[in-house]
C-alpha cells in the first residue's frame, strides 16, 4: 500500500506541495510554523491527529503547527518529490520501511541528541532498531500492528478443531491442517489470503518460522539467501491453494478489505489481516455475526512476526529541527500514544502506554493483540537499501506466481536469491 505506484502520484504531490508551502516556517511576527505531514486515514485517526494538533497550538503560541493531509498510496513518490524540490514538511509521517533510501540519502535529519531521554526509553531498543541507520535514528517508531486470524468463532466451534491460544497457538502444520477441516469443498473454505501484496505479510510471518531471507556479510553488505525456514509460510499458503483446495486462490489478488464480504457471508472460515482490520469488522459485520482474534501461527522461533511501524520523522533541511523534535515529543506522550494507537486500532510502541487499561479490555480482542506486542521483531528488510525496488521488481510478481501455482518452490527461491542480489548489488557499490 505505502509504494503503489499510481498513475495520479505526481499529481498527488504537486497538490500537496502547494497545500503545504509556508516560505521559511516563520513569519513577520517571529512565529514559527511547522508543517506535519499525516497519513492518518481513518476518521477515529484523523480526528486524533487533529486534536493533539489543535492541543500543541494552544499551548504554543510562538510555535504553532500546520497540519498537512498525506495519503499512504502516494507517500514515497511524493516525499522524493518535495525532498528534491527542497518543500519537504518539517514533521514526516511514514512507515520504517521507507525510510532508509531517504535517510542514506540525507534527506532525514538524526533525531539522536533531539529527542528527550522520556521518549528514547519509553520505546524498546526492538522498535528503534526499525529507524536505526548507520548508527543514527531518523524517525520515532510509534505505532505497530501485528498479523493475526479474524476467525468466524461460530464456525470454528461447529468444527470441533482446538482453538489456539497465545500460550499454545497453533503450529504452521496444525493450521494447515485445520484449514482443510474447515473448508468443505463447496465453495466454501477454511482460510481466505488477500495477498494482493505479498512481501510484507510473507516476510514478516516467516520470522516465526526462524526464516529471516536478508543476511548481512562480514563487510556488512547485505544478500538474500532463501533457506528451509524461509519456504515454511510460502509453502503453508502455496499447498493451501493449490494441493488442498483449502484456500481460495480468488482472493490471492485481493486486499484485506475484499475478503470481507465472503468472510461475513461464511465463505471462509478465517483471514490473516493486520490487528487494524478489527475496526472495518465491528463497522460492517452484520448483526449477530461472532468473531475474535486469533494469535497467528507459531514456528520455530513461536510467535514472533516482523513489522514495519508507523514513524515520525523529521526533514533534514528543516530550519526549526529543535522545535519539531519538540512537537513529536508532546505528540508521543503516553497518553496521546494510546490516543493515536486507538484511533487507528493498533498498538502503540511505547511501553507505558502499552499498560494502558484501554488496550488490555476482551473488548473487539484488544487484549489478545496487546499480548503480541512483546513477540514483534523488526521486519527483515528494515535497513536493506534496494529494498523497495527488490519488493516491487522481483518478489511480489514471483510470489505471486508461486502462490496462484505457475512456478515451483525452485524457481521461487531462484528468483528471489539471484534476480534479488543483482538489485541489491546495485545499491551497495
Known amino acids: 500500500m505505502r509504494r503503489a505506484r499510481a498513475l495520479g502520484a505526481a499529481a498527488a504531490a504537486l497538490v500537496l506541495l502547494l497545500a503545504g508551502c509556508s516560505g521559511d516556517g516563520g513569519d513577520s511576527g517571529g512565529r514559527i510554523t511547522l508543517r ?54 518539517d514533521v514526516i509521517h511514514d512507515a520504517s520501511d521507507d525510510l532508509a533510501d531517504f535517510a542514506y540519502g540525507g534527506y532525514l535529519a538524526d533525531l539522536g541528541k533531539l529527542l528527550p531521554r522520556r521518549l528514547r526509553d519509553d520505546i524498546p531498543r526492538a522498535s528503534w532498531d526499525t529507524t536505526t541507520f548507520g548508527g543514527k535514528v531518523y524517525g520515532v517508531p510509534f505505532l505497530q500492528e501485528p498479523r493475526v486470524l479474524i476467525a468466524n ?72 539467501r532463501f533457506e528451509d525456514a524461509d519456504a515454511v509460510v510460502p509453502r503453508t499458503v502455496h499447498d493451501q491453494v493449490n494441493v488442498d483446495g483449502s484456500a481460495s486462490g480468488a482472493t490471492l489478488g485481493m486486499g484485506g478489505s475484499d475478503t470481507l464480504p465472503g468472510f461475513f457471508g461464511g465463505k471462509y472460515a478465517m483471514v490473516p489481516l493486520g490487528f487494524s482490520y478489527r475496526q472495518q469488522i465491528v463497522q460492517q459485520a452484520p448483526k449477530g ?59 502503540p510502541t511505547g511501553k507505558e502506554a502499552l499498560k494502558d487499561p484501554a488496550l488490555h479490555t476482551d473488548k473487539h480482542d484488544w487484549a489478545t ?26 518478489a511480489t510478481p514471483a510470489l505471486q506466481e508461486y502462490y496462484s501455482g505457475a512456478i515451483g518452490l525452485d524457481e521461487l527461491r531462484k528468483r528471489l536469491v539471484e534476480d534479488g542480489n543483482l538489485v541489491l548489488r546495485r545499491y551497495q557499490r
Open 36 to 89: 506535519f505531514q499525516s497519513l492518518a486515514w481513518q476518521q477515529e485517526s484523523v480526528e486524533a491527529n487533529k486534536q493533539l494538533v489543535a492541543e500543541w497550538n494552544a499551548r504554543h503560541p510562538d510555535v504553532q503547527v500546520e497540519y498537512v493531509q498525506g495519503s499512504w498510496t502516494s507517500v514515497h513518490d511524493q516525499l522524493l518529490t518535495s525532498f528534491e524540490g527542497g518543500e519537504a514538511p
Open 153 to 224: 468463532a461460530a464456525r470454528l466451534k461447529e468444527s470441533g478443531v482446538r482453538i489456539p491460544t497465545l500460550d499454545e497457538p497453533w503450529s504452521w502444520q496444525e493450521f494447515r491442517s485445520v484449514t482443510r477441516r474447515l473448508g468443505s469443498g463447496k465453495g466454501r473454505f477454511g482460510v481466505a489470503w488477500p495477498l494482493k501484496e505479498p512481501v510484507s505479510a510473507t516476510l514478516n510471518l516467516s520470522l516465526s518460522a526462524g526464516g529471516e531471507l536478508f543476511h548481512r556479510r562480514p563487510d556488512g553488505k547485505a544478500e538474500i
Open 289 to 347: 455475526f461472532d468473531w475474535q482474534v486469533l494469535p497467528a501461527p507459531a514456528g520455530a522461533d513461536g510467535l514472533a512476526q516482523g513489522v514495519s511501524p508507523q514513524t515520525l520523522s523529521v526533514a533534514e533541511d528543516s530550519p526549526h529541527k529543535k522545535e519539531a523534535a519538540a512537537f513529536i515529543d508532546f505528540f508521543l506522550r503516553p497518553a496521546n500514544m494510546v490516543r493515536l494507537a486507538r484511533g487507528d486500532w493498533m498498538l
Open 369 to 394: 493483540g496487546t499480548a503480541l506486542a512483546r513477540h514483534l521483531r523488526p521486519a527483515p528488510a528494515q535497513s536493506v537499501r534496494g529494498y523497495p525496488e527488490w519488493s516491487d521488481k522481483v
